[in-house]
């Protein structure tokens, strides 16, 4: 079991409409749960594959040093960068 | 600005590493510049900072990082580093007094020596053992822990080999050594600073600037550089440098290192648990003045004690006689 976050932006409805089933929605495209490796996986797959011109950030703990990890997807303005296993925010 | 809210070193991650970029402040924190864009570190999570090769960090980046309680070093090509740290998490002494009471002791200090050793080997060392079997014992235990990582990862080892100086000779298992041991030296650094310790005054090191650095890091050496170092080694010499520091990080997690590393401090110079009083009154408002020394006990400082000798002190200190 996982902390999940889901940020989905400018995606169909039908994908947002989706994500409800599992997650909660406290902000406007912001998602949030805690959800096993495999049912946040299969639904981050869903998400990527439903996203049309949109975008979708997912972040969820893990036993890095961090204690999370990032997976982005779609045209973001900020890139994650790997620092020999340390992730950061990088903005052009 | 209360020390009692910035971050402790058990909940921060180990170290960054970053090279060809600018260094600079910004908002309360640091961000890293170069032609791809801006990224923004926060440093109060961050134990220390190593700068490699073409970084530049400006006068405010630095004073930035050492108000977050994040130590900085200089990597040159040869490992040879300079570092820079802020006062530490408290202002308060009082743990570098201790520290100086058991080091000036040559009974305490000895007490020191035999738990730091007990604290490698994990288990007790007999009443009667001398330091010079207690060494021998340790020089057996480092000797298997090359052996086994030898072994282990299937690189060759032939001995722990560098010269000053010539460091990009050395074969690429000792420099991955050399490379691990310097980035353990640096948290160890970092985490003694900011627990308001000395790194100069060791017990089984003597004589540098760092030898309770590295008194501290030989507790985690045959756990952590060891392992690290010949798993990046056993990739070949390519890119060796990345994969050092990735081993490393993934050892120092293994080990929970940083959650453990003040507490062992502590352990290892024979401290109780709780602080008094002082110190936190002092770590509260990090301005407040020193105490001022007095054979009978401190006298509270930030006050000005010229007619505190009495009366006879008085005609002594107006009139000299």
Same mark, same amino acid.
């Given at each position: 079991?996982?902390?999940?976050?889901?940020?989905?932006?400018?995606?169909?409805?039908?994908?947002?409409?989706?994500?409800?089933?599992?997650?909660?929605?406290?902000?406007?495209?912001?998602?949030? %749960?805690?959800?096993?490796?495999? *049912?946040? /996986?299969?639904?981050?797959? !869903?998400?990527?594959?439903? &996203?049309?011109?949109?975008?979708?950030?997912?972040?969820?703990?893990?036993?890095?040093?961090?204690?999370?990890?990032?997976?982005?997807? %779609?045209?973001?303005?900020?890139? *994650?960068? /790997?620092?020999?296993?340390? !992730?950061?925010?990088?903005? &052009? | 600005?209360?020390?009692?809210?910035?971050?402790?070193?058990?909940?921060?991650?180990?170290?960054?590493?970053?090279?060809?970029?600018?260094?600079?402040?910004?908002?309360?924190?640091?961000?890293?510049?170069?032609?791809?864009?801006?990224?923004?570190?926060?440093?109060?999570?961050?134990?220390?900072?190593?700068?490699?090769?073409?970084?530049?960090?400006?006068?405010?980046?630095?004073?930035?990082?050492?108000?977050?309680?994040?130590?900085?070093?200089?990597?040159?090509?040869?490992?040879?580093?300079?570092?820079?740290?802020?006062?530490?998490?408290?202002?308060?002494?009082?743990?570098?007094?201790?520290?100086?009471?058991?080091?000036?002791?040559?009974?305490?200090?000895?007490?020191?020596?035999?738990?730091?050793?007990?604290?490698?080997?994990?288990?007790?060392?007999?009443?009667?053992?001398?330091?010079?079997?207690?060494?021998?014992?340790?020089?057996?235990?480092?000797?298997?822990?090359?052996?086994?990582?030898?072994?282990?990862?299937?690189?060759?080892?032939?001995?722990?080999?560098?010269?000053?100086?010539?460091?990009?000779?050395?074969?690429?298992?000792?420099?991955?050594?050399?490379?691990?041991?310097?980035?353990?030296?640096?948290?160890?650094?970092?985490?003694?600073?900011?627990?308001?310790?000395?790194?100069?005054?060791?017990?089984?090191?003597?004589?540098?600037?760092?030898?309770?650095?590295?008194?501290?890091?030989?507790?985690?050496?045959?756990?952590?550089?060891?392992?690290?170092?010949?798993?990046?080694?056993?990739?070949?010499?390519?890119?060796?440098?990345?994969?050092?520091?990735?081993?490393?990080?993934?050892?120092?997690?293994?080990?929970?290192?940083?959650?453990?590393?003040?507490?062992?401090?502590?352990?290892?110079?024979?401290?109780?648990?709780?602080?008094?009083?002082?110190?936190?009154?002092?770590?509260?408002?990090?301005?407040?003045?020193?105490?001022?020394?007095?054979?009978?006990?401190?006298?509270?400082?930030?006050?000005?004690?010229?007619?505190?000798?009495?009366?006879?002190?008085?005609?002594?200190?107006?009139?000299?006689?």
């Amino acid at each position: 079991m996982s902390v999940v976050v889901m940020v989905l932006e400018s995606v169909p409805p039908g994908l947002r409409g989706e994500l409800t089933r599992w997650y909660l929605e406290v902000h406007p495209g912001v998602f949030v %749960g805690a959800a096993s490796g495999m *049912v946040r /996986d299969r639904l981050w797959e !869903k998400a990527c594959q439903s &996203a049309g011109l949109g975008s979708c950030i997912l972040v969820h703990s893990d036993t890095s040093e961090q204690g999370f990890a990032i997976r982005t997807w %779609g045209p973001t303005r900020r890139a *994650v960068d /790997d620092y020999d296993g340390l !992730k950061l925010i990088r903005r &052009a | 600005m209360d020390l009692h809210t910035l971050p402790k070193v058990r909940d921060s991650w180990s170290f960054l590493y970053v090279e060809h970029c600018r260094v600079d402040q910004e908002d309360k924190a640091i961000a890293l510049h170069d032609k791809r864009g801006r990224t923004p570190v926060p440093c109060a999570s961050l134990t220390t900072l190593f700068l490699g090769p073409g970084t530049t960090i400006t006068h405010a980046a630095v004073r930035a990082l050492a108000d977050n309680g994040c130590l900085v070093a200089w990597c040159g090509e040869d490992n040879v580093r300079f570092y820079a740290v802020g006062m530490g998490e408290t202002r308060s002494s009082a743990s570098l007094l201790h520290q100086a009471r058991m080091w000036s002791d040559p009974g305490k200090r000895l007490e020191v020596v035999q738990r730091m050793y007990e604290m490698r080997f994990g288990e007790p060392v007999p009443p009667t053992a001398t330091l010079r079997e207690i060494r021998g014992r340790e020089g057996m235990r480092v000797r298997k822990a090359y052996a086994a990582a030898s072994a282990a990862t299937g690189v060759p080892w032939t001995g722990r080999a560098y010269k000053r100086g010539e460091w990009h000779k050395a074969d690429y298992v000792n420099r991955a050594l050399s490379a691990a041991n310097s980035y353990l030296y640096g948290v160890c650094h970092a985490a003694i600073v900011s627990a308001g310790f000395s790194p100069a005054l060791g017990f089984i090191h003597t004589g540098k600037m760092l030898s309770f650095v590295y008194d501290i890091a030989d507790l985690y050496k045959t756990s952590v550089v060891i392992p690290a170092a010949f798993a990046a080694a056993r990739e070949g010499s390519l890119n060796l440098g990345p994969r050092v520091r990735l081993a490393c990080r993934q050892a120092f997690v293994q080990m929970r290192l940083l959650r453990r590393i003040v507490p062992d401090i502590q352990y290892a110079l024979g401290m109780e648990g709780a602080r008094d009083e002082r110190d936190a009154v002092l770590d509260s408002e990090g301005s407040a003045p020193a105490g001022l020394w007095d054979p009978v006990g401190t006298l509270p400082g930030g006050t000005n004690y010229a007619h505190g000798g009495g009366e006879r002190g008085k005609k002594w200190m107006e009139e000299g006689v």
